[in-house]
């Protein structure tokens, strides 16, 4: 070994003993990169006029809303809901039953036959509920998120997001 290379090595090890290793994931980018990949094939189902296009839209929709909604609940309202405020279970409970309206349209829209006036309202009403949805989740529940669980434990709940979604069977 080389002085030169042995000095470097050595800065190198005292500069990764001071400086802190890179803060993992946090739950809340996740989830804002899948609200707007969800909220881009939304927008793409409503303004298709294309049968085949639209039943597409409608499985791709399904296999990325369906383990996003199941993890979330696991992982974030579980855990808004665990806690001692009253706004925070609130809030909790209504994520579960907004995502459950959600659910239950996705599968209305999913037996309707594509291009259909029926259809076209459900896509609109789909894509209504998930803006309204996604707009008040990420001003009230993500505050909520942010104020009560450090950034270890976002990032831990992160990594219990990922584990939640694969274990999710979208049929």
Known sequence: MTVKSAIEQATKSMLD???????????LETLELEHDEV?????KLTEST??????????????????HARAEEKVVYDALMALKEKDAKVDGKEGYIEHGLADQTLRSLDKLKPNTPEFK??????KELLDHHIKEEESEI??????NFTHEQRARMERDF???KKKVNVA
């Open 162 to 164: 990922q584990a939640a």
């Open 142 to 147: 993500w505050a909520q998120v942010r104020d």
């Open 121 to 126: 309202a459900a896509a609109k009403v789909l």
């Open 17 to 27: 003993a001071m400086v802190p290793p890179a803060l993992e994931g946090d739950i």
């Open 50 to 67: 294309s049968a085949r296009d639209q039943k597409s839209l409608v499985t791709r929709i399904k296999k990325a809303l369906i383990p």
């Open 39 to 43: 909220q881009e094939l939304l927008i």
